[in-house]
């Protein structure tokens, strides 16, 4: 029924939207797990760089590599900001968990609205066209853009798996996420990974929101309303504390959303993301990829 | 006249909205931002069971409030099974979804919201006498919020917030609790839908999207959470704060976002240096502070 060119080119056409969404959930679960917060201020974090980006390029004429440069900048000055002044105050002043979660929405929602007071509600784009060149493999269609950012991300989740798997700052991470408190003992400022953490988080949210400006234009909503929930979604499904779960989700939910233009409407399309939220915590509430590796120890140990 | 009675009535109608948040928000601890989305449930609801079935107004906005009832329970069990947290995630879903599904589908009327609804009332003196039902319920749902939280129910609400796992050590089942909230708070939600779907007769999806989120958040942060007046005191400031800026004559275009700073900032402001809200006690223990073991 359905050719294998059509497949085959949906199946391309997810993986490379998959590039932004593997960058988004990667970096909601590492500050989750590093931070132990439910950052969703990640919209906010992505509003800034994304027009930091747009008054550099549209406003300003920057040069694209300079305007790159000094949006990475703003945006991870930005995530420290709201480390240090945001969920640091919150934490010494030992505030419960619903004080977080109402900071890190209301935060979001008020780059939202400041986005639009100052852009208005237009969709923007970051350059004044989007056309990207087209080559044709095998009858599938690739874009220049599908290429750049595919190997982009895939460069970026390799430096980011050597940091957290290969040196110090990763081991201290990985000690600050397990325990804080322990961690202090072993001489690990836990404020300083903290910073680490919501700066590396800050740049994947940077990238992601370039890769997208660059193939969409964006309304100052989009990133609460429609990239945010993909990357809770992706680390949930993940399961909570494991990073790179969360990349190999969000390139599930990335392929799954476009296979499923085959079955549904591309205007339900985006329910799939809503509805597998009820699923995955009906029936996955510790994360599906981490149940599976669960699954597989069970089994070494029972072997 | 019309205008300031159509403006109490709106701040009435928040009142029992803001109230209804505060039941969960407030005294249960937990955040649900859905709560916007019930209030459309109801408002939805009521005008199409009204338009639909011709029942009387009155029973179609109880079933309204049944239906937003029945879905938060829905929405809430099987997060709150998992933890508190996940009810941040799944609501904000429900909310997204259900938003979309309103946008998309011809009988609620689409993007384009939904006119020709029914009034509760037919009357000459119509919105004066729907200023004085508002009023009666919007008291109403303050004085049972209060009446809930004397009574022994309401101990154990707040010995659950306080403390779940001494709460579940006694014998006592906290996801049967935590789900009776959410479901009586989104009742009410869809109660307050219903009136205001019944004065104004039209309704559009965007009044029930993240800026009637931080709408509501900002009322009952800066009234007081877990305070029995404070979120009334809230809607009432938020209700009256847009009209003094309508005097300022700017494009809607700018109004709206620059509502939403005002009241995403308040709320920013509030968290940080008055915790315990306008209402709340100033020895710390009211408003967010409340959620502190």
Redesign the interface.
């Known amino acids: 029924m359905f050719s294998s060119d059509i497949l085959l080119q949906l199946g391309w056409t997810g993986l490379a939207t998959s590039s932004f969404y593997m960058l988004f959930a990667t970096a909601f679960a590492l500050v989750l797990k590093v931070n132990q917060v439910?950052n969703?201020g990640q919209a906010g974090l992505m509003v800034i760089g994304y027009f930091s980006c747009y008054i550099f390029l549209q406003i300003l004429d920057f040069f694209p590599l300079w305007a790159i440069v000094f949006s990475i900048f703003v945006t991870v000055l930005a995530g420290c900001c709201l480390e240090k002044y945001g969920f640091g105050?919150?934490r010494e002043r030992?505030?419960?968990?619903?004080?977080f979660?109402?900071?890190s929405?209301?935060?979001a929602?008020?780059f939202?609205?400041?986005a639009?007071?100052i852009f208005?509600?237009t969709p923007k784009t970051l350059y004044p066209s989007l056309n990207s060149k087209i080559n044709i493999f095998y009858g599938i269609v690739i874009t220049n853009w599908d290429l750049f950012a595919l190997i982009s991300s895939i460069i970026i989740m390799s430096v980011l798996y050597f940091i957290m798997k290969k040196t110090k700052l990763g081991y201290s991470m990985t000690a600050v996420s397990d325990n804080p408190e322990l961690a202090e003992m072993y001489g690990i400022k836990k404020e300083h990974i903290y910073l680490y953490s919501i700066s590396i988080s800050s740049f994947l949210l940077f990238w992601g929101m370039y890769l997208f400006g660059t193939k969409a234009a964006i309304f100052p909503?989009t990133p609460?309303?429609q990239l945010l929930?993909f990357a809770?979604?992706a680390t949930?499904i993940a399961g909570i504390g494991n990073v790179f779960g969360a990349a190999m989700a969000a390139v599930f939910l990335s392929l799954l959303q476009a296979f499923s233009i085959l079955l549904i409407p591309s205007?339900?399309q985006?329910?799939i993301?809503?509805?597998l939220?009820?699923f995955i915590?009906?029936f996955f509430?510790k994360g599906f990829v981490l149940n599976l590796s669960l699954f597989k120890t069970k089994k070494n140990m029972g072997s | 006249m019309e205008y300031f009675i159509s403006l109490f009535i709106l701040a009435s109608i928040n009142i029992i909205l803001a109230t209804s948040f505060n039941l969960i928000?407030g005294y249960g601890?937990?955040?649900s931002?859905a709560q916007p989305i019930f209030f459309a449930l109801g408002a939805y609801c009521s005008a199409l069971i009204a338009i639909y079935f011709e029942i009387p107004i009155f029973l179609s906005i109880i079933l309204a409030s049944l239906v937003a009832g029945i879905f938060a329970f829905g929405?809430s069990l099987?997060?709150l099974?998992?933890s508190?947290?996940?009810l941040?995630?799944?609501t904000?879903?429900?909310q997204?979804?259900t938003l979309?599904?309103i946008n998309?589908i011809e009988i609620t009327g689409a993007a384009g919201g939904l006119s020709n609804i029914p009034p509760l009332i037919s009357h000459p003196y119509r919105s004066l006498l729907t200023l004085f039902i508002v009023v009666c319920f919007a008291v109403l749902s303050i004085w049972m919020v209060r009446k809930i939280m004397r009574s022994a129910y309401g101990r154990a609400i707040t010995a659950l917030r306080n403390d779940e796992t001494a709460f579940s050590s006694l014998g006592r089942n906290p996801i049967r609790i935590k789900v009776l909230i959410v479901a009586l708070s989104a009742a009410m939600a869809g109660f307050a839908g219903g009136m205001y779907s019944h004065y104004y007769l039209y309704i559009t999806p965007e009044q029930f999207?993240?800026?009637a989120?931080?709408t509501l958040?900002t009322m009952v942060?800066i009234g007081g959470a877990g305070t029995v007046l404070g979120p009334a005191f809230g809607a009432i400031i938020i209700t009256t704060l847009p009209e003094i800026i309508t005097f300022l004559n700017l494009p809607v275009?700018?109004m709206?976002?620059?509502q939403?700073?005002i009241f995403?900032?308040l709320?920013?402001i509030f968290?940080?240096l008055k915790?315990s809200g306008l209402i709340g006690s100033t020895r710390g223990l009211d408003g967010?502070e409340i959620?502190?073991?």
């Open positions: 439910w969703f105050v919150l030992k505030s419960p968990p619903l004080t979660f109402i900071f929405i209301v935060i929602q008020f939202v609205f400041f639009e007071l208005g509600t909503s609460l309303l929930v809770v979604i949930i205007k339900w985006i329910l993301a809503y509805g939220i009820f915590i009906l509430p | 928000l601890g937990l955040l931002v929405v099987p997060s099974r998992v508190g947290d996940y941040v995630v799944s904000l879903g429900f997204l979804g979309h599904i998309n999207g993240i800026f989120t931080a958040l942060v275009s700018i709206a976002p620059l939403g700073v995403t900032g709320v920013l968290i940080f915790p967010l959620w502190k073991k």
